[in-house]
């Protein structure tokens, strides 16, 4: 049963443009949420994050939107540049559980064209 | 500050070897959690241990396996190898449990390949 999902392989944009990244969860008790950014050959580094009390947060060209309703989250990245191409995790954490252990998604590749 | 280092970066094993990976956390980080990734399910949750102590277990056979030494240097084994378990093996620290309070730092991997 997955509990983070992330349904796009993959997305291709244009330098310059919007990437809109979605991700979906069924776990009511997940209660805070993080994108990774993955490289080939690197590990997963924290991209930004976001409580369930809130709706939005943003931190320069990233901005997380949660929709606790719908149970679910997206990351724009405006603009989106070529360096942002990599692969890109959902994940979540259950209300009361410790940061040892996070849900994720399978993950979306994100491909920036010049 | 050095990051997460894990050791072997790439190794190859037969079915039915065991292997044994290493992991040294952020100095000053007690919290080391193991990941596996592979294409067709992404990053799964081994398990996670702080203070010498499994705190939680993912959903994987008893064959996996791991400890955690009193530096917080941690190792994971995988025995009775399949080749199903071939994947990125990531490694992951943090401060400290409790309530979420930050993000995970993860080690470049170690890739397993079980011929």
Redesign the interface.
């Known amino acids: 049963d997955q509990q983070v999902k992330q349904n796009s392989p993959s997305l291709s944009v244009q330098e310059g443009r919007i990437s809109i990244l979605n991700c979906d969860y069924t776990n009511s008790m997940f209660d805070?949420f993080?994108w990774?950014k993955k490289y080939p050959?690197?590990?997963?580094?924290?991209l930004i994050?976001i409580s369930s009390i809130k709706d939005k947060n943003e931190d320069g060209r990233f901005t997380v939107f949660l929709n606790k309703s719908a149970k679910h989250l997206s990351l724009h990245i405006v603009p989106s540049q070529p360096g942002d191409s990599a692969v890109y995790?959902c994940?979540a954490?259950a209300k009361?559980?410790?940061?040892?252990?996070?849900?994720?998604?399978?993950?979306t590749l994100l491909t920036v064209n010049p | 500050k050095a990051g997460v280092t894990q050791t072997p970066r790439y190794l190859i094993k037969t079915r039915g070897q065991q292997v044994t990976l290493s992991c040294s956390p952020i100095s000053g980080h007690r919290s080391v959690s193991w990941y596996q990734q592979t294409p067709g399910q992404g990053l799964q949750f081994l398990f996670e241990y702080f203070s010498e102590t499994q705190r939680n277990k993912g959903n994987f056979p008893g064959r996996f396996s791991g400890r955690q030494f009193s530096n917080s240097r941690s190792e994971m084994n995988v025995s009775t190898l399949e080749l199903g378990d071939s994947a990125l093996y990531l490694c992951a620290s943090s401060l400290s449990g409790g309530t979420y309070t930050g993000e995970l730092f993860f080690g470049e991997g170690s890739r397993l390949t079980v011929l």
């Open positions: 805070y993080l990774y050959a690197e590990g997963p580094t924290f994050s995790f994940a954490s009361g559980g410790s940061n040892y252990k996070l849900t994720f998604g399978k993950g």
